[in-house]
């Protein structure tokens, strides 16, 4: 598996990328911020780059920034339940529902 990609915040979009060494969009995260709290809206990666980690690093970045940042996060989409379930060292930034 090729890892020479990076995960980047595009604020301006509201959404979390992966980025390969050509700047080719690999995927992305949808977010909703407030000042407490972000919404992992939508994961998506594209078809051709499926099957190499690309969402799961989007995760896990996103979740250490939200931590950095002090933001309880909201888990609205599948791949963010599931990667959460997995990953217990998140746990306590999930916000009660």
Same mark, same amino acid.
């Given at each position: 598996m090729d890892n020479e990609f990076r995960v980047v915040d595009n604020p301006s979009l509201h959404r979390y990328e992966a980025r390969? /060494?050509?700047d080719n969009?690999? &995927?992305f995260v949808?977010? *909703?911020r407030t000042e *407490? =709290? $972000?919404v992992f809206r939508h /994961?998506?990666?594209l078809p051709e780059y499926q099957g190499r980690g690309v969402a &799961? *690093? $989007?995760a896990g970045q996103s979740l250490d920034e939200a931590r950095a940042a002090g933001l309880r996060v909201?888990? =609205?989409c599948p791949f963010y339940l599931d990667y959460l379930s997995k990953h217990p060292e998140y746990a306590d930034l999930v916000e009660a529902r």
């Open positions: 390969d /060494a050509d969009l690999m &995927g949808d977010y *909703r *407490r =709290a $972000i /994961a998506e990666t &799961g *690093r $989007i909201k888990p =609205a």
